[in-house]
């Protein structure tokens, strides 16, 4: 999971997320990038302007700078972007919501086991590897984890804590302050429901959606959000916008091992750009 560049010197396989930001931290200080960062900035828009009065072809990027309060007008020549493909949780639709008195939050929100300490059942939702390490963190605090996976492959997973509980199926509806109806789907195919009470918590490990691309003038940019999909068409090699070569987009592509992927698609820029 680590930059080529710089080893991750971990001896378990599933590290904690605060290991993963220590790690982080240290690459930026170990090549100084620092520097080189605007912090406090919103980026606004975007777009591809061509020839005019006072103005070369380019990138306009317009920004608000934290500090000032000022909205900032930025020039340049060529532009990569890397929205990241785990800053927009998604979320299913959830009916009921209103009549549940648990905590409800998804994965991009979860930071610490202890707000779950001695929670009669927190159910996860969702068997991805995010899924999969929440389940065990609350395990080792609540009294029981309710592990609630759709997917036909990669259901069963093996030597989880006997405090644990598998089901296959997903989220029905919230039906009271702490109970949930789950649509539950059987060996053979057929699907049933299930009322799971006394549930405190609800974690929704239900990935994330490339939505961050709300600042991009599609058009003038020469691309396509197929919002269905959610991808972004008109990439070369996921990488290069084929109609304005001189913008690339990191990251957009999925699933994703993402650190040696970051490093070989920006390896792949320096011989390009």
Known sequence: MDYPDFPFRSPISYTHHSKVLEYLHDY?????LLPCIRFQQTLLKISRVENGDNIKSGWLVKVLNQQTEQVENHH?????LSPGRYSAPNWPPLQGLNLFSGSVIHSHDYRFR???IDK????????????????????SVATEVIFLNRSVTNFSSSNLPVNVRQVRGEIHRFTGPFSVSAKIL????????AEFEEVDGVILATGYR???LGFLDLKSCGLVWNENEDTVEGIYRHLINISQPSMALLSVSKPTL????????????????
């Open 210 to 212: 490339l939505s961050t």
């Open 114 to 116: 202890e707000p779950y």
């Open 258 to 273: 993402s650190f040696p992927l970051y490093h070989q698609q920006v390896s792949f820029l320096s011989s390009t750009f």
């Open 186 to 193: 059987e060996e053979n195919g057929e699907e049933t429901f």
């Open 76 to 80: 340049f020549d060529v532009i990569v």
């Open 120 to 139: 009669r059942k927190v159910m996860v939702i969702g068997a991805g590897p995010s899924g999969i390490d929440m389940a065990l963190d609350v395990a």
């Open 28 to 32: 930026a200080a170990h090549f100084n």
